[in-house]
């Protein structure tokens, strides 16, 4: 079946504009999850969404940053005013929403802030 | 001026011989924990999990082994071939107040040569 998309896959953009990336999760899964990866480094944490509750952003590193999942499906991950050290992969997640499931990723956007 | 890189724990292995990829973790309350795989520019793959009320899960040529006594996670990889060539990320939800966020290790790299 299809698993997690995400757009663009790769994102090239100048210090100071906004960018917006976009996942799709998986057909059915309540929770979503978006993870920040730099060059060599694990996965960070920046926000989970569930179903129709109010998300957790207790991993967004600043005002900056700011997701949105509309109608329970779809989820934008908004970075205003980017900076160079926004670069990484932003990855995005989803599983069926119980607390200890599975979490799939997608493929990641690479974002190169120049 | 010296350039500073960042470098993986990597484990080499021949093509054939087991691989063991180790992971300490530290928050006690932990009680969910995962192995990804990361190819070159792709996004993490799910392999195994395994709950802290099991201390051994085996899945096809896979076995992850938690020592909670010790905060320790292996994963084993029988007869490694080429395509398990990857960044290996353990993940676990300890320091998730809701148990949903991941929380991963720096990851090892596993280069399996012929």
């Known amino acids: 079946g299809a698993g997690v998309s995400q757009s663009p896959s790769n994102k090239v953009t100048e210090k100071g504009k906004d960018v917006e990336l976009r996942c799709d999760p998986i057909?059915?899964?309540?929770?979503l999850y978006w993870y920040r990866q730099s060059l060599g480094q694990g996965l960070e944490f920046l926000i989970y969404?569930?179903?129709?509750?109010?998300?957790?952003k207790s991993g967004l590193p600043s005002d900056r940053f700011s997701a949105e999942r509309t109608g329970g499906s779809v989820s934008t991950l908004t970075i205003q005013r980017t900076q160079q050290e926004d670069s990484a992969v932003y990855l995005c997640?989803?599983?069926?929403?119980?607390?200890?499931?599975?979490?799939?990723f997608g493929p990641g956007t690479r974002l190169l802030v120049l | 001026g010296e350039s500073v890189g960042l470098h993986l724990p990597t484990l080499s292995v021949q093509e054939g011989d087991n691989s063991i990829i180790n992971c300490a973790y530290s928050?006690?309350?932990?009680?969910?924990f995962i192995w990804y795989k990361q190819e070159s520019g792709k996004g993490p793959q799910f392999i195994i999990d395994i709950r802290s009320n099991m201390d051994k899960r085996q899945g096809q040529r896979v076995t992850v082994l938690l020592n909670k006594t010790v905060k320790h996670l292996s994963l084993q990889i029988a007869a490694t071939q080429p395509g398990d060539s990857a960044v290996y990320f353990c993940?676990?939800?300890?320091?998730?107040?809701?148990?949903?966020?991941?929380?991963f290790g720096k990851g090892t790299s596993l280069l399996v040569t012929p």
């Open positions: 057909s059915g899964h309540t929770a």
């Open positions: 969404f569930q179903g129709n509750s109010a998300p957790d």
């Open positions: 993940a676990e939800n300890g320091n998730s107040n809701s148990g949903y966020a991941l929380n």
């Open positions: 997640a989803s599983s069926k929403g119980a607390s200890r499931e599975t979490q799939y």
């Open positions: 928050n006690s309350a932990s009680d969910y």
